[in-house]
């Protein structure tokens, strides 16, 4: 198994530009997150999924736009990408389970993304 | 402990000490709390987690100690060895109902240990 893939691992954009990063899970989870990650600031959820077809907003979404159209690739957009989305994203990918109490989250390597 | 900045609360420690990084968390309503660890240029991977009704859980080399009254989590690892030089953060949710929909964690800001051969 390959776990959760994220693809690309770098990218370099100017402003203005638009681009999708993909991630993709083999594990079959329902739940998917994206993450992204800033120097002194730990990990600030982006947006999540709870299954094919539904997504929702997290903690600091705005600029970004998300879809799952299958339950092993959630896609996060950046329709005009902006110099404060310079950040490493995460995805993230968890099991629906009967208790909350062994929510591990399998992660992604991570995708850095620079917009000059 | 975890703290607002750009830069990260740091623990140097030398091969074979015990380390103890901590965290400090703010929701009351937490009930459930993770360590992960994040290597340099990888994912964060999850050591240990432990629920509110306990102050105490152990892995291997590895100790999660919880103080709901001062809302406190450490993490103690033992014999530290030069892979467990990392990022280490804390993560936590509140209780969620069984197969609920909204199950997010939230990340505390790490601290970078270095292990010191």
């Keep these: 198994n390959a776990g959760v893939t994220q693809t690309p691992k770098f990218r370099v954009l100017k402003t203005g530009q638009s681009m999708t990063l993909l991630c993709a899970q ?22 999540y999924s709870v299954g094919e077809g539904t997504t929702a907003k997290g903690e600091v979404p705005d600029g970004y736009n998300v879809s799952r159209l299958k339950k092993q690739n ?43 | ?22 965290c400090a968390y703010s929701n009351s309503a937490s009930d459930y709390f993770i360590w992960y660890k994040q290597e340099s240029g990888k994912g964060p991977q999850f050591i240990i987690d432990i629920r509110s009704n306990m102050d105490k859980r152990q892995g291997q080399r590895v100790t999660v100690l919880l103080n709901k ?47 010191n051969p």
């Design chain 1, 26 to 47: 083999d594990m079959n989870h329902e739940y998917m997150y994206w993450y992204r990650q800033d120097p002194g600031m730990g990990l600030r959820l982006i947006h």
């Design chain 1, 74 to 116: 959630f896609l996060l957009g950046l329709e005009s990408a902006a110099p404060s989305q310079t950040s490493v994203y995460f995805c993230a990918s968890c099991p629906r389970r009967a208790s909350w109490y062994t929510g591990e989250l399998f992660f992604g390597e991570g995708s850095r993304l620079t917009v000059l």
């Design chain 2, 1 to 22: 402990g975890e703290s607002v900045g750009l830069h990260l609360p740091t623990l140097s420690v030398q091969e074979g000490d015990n380390s103890i990084i901590n």
């Design chain 2, 69 to 115: 009254t001062v809302k406190h989590l450490s993490l103690q690892i033992a014999a530290t060895q030069p892979g467990d030089s990392a990022v280490y953060f804390c993560a936590e949710t509140p209780v969620q109902n069984s197969g609920g929909s909204n199950y997010k964690l939230t990340f505390g800001k790490g601290t970078l240990l270095t292990v």
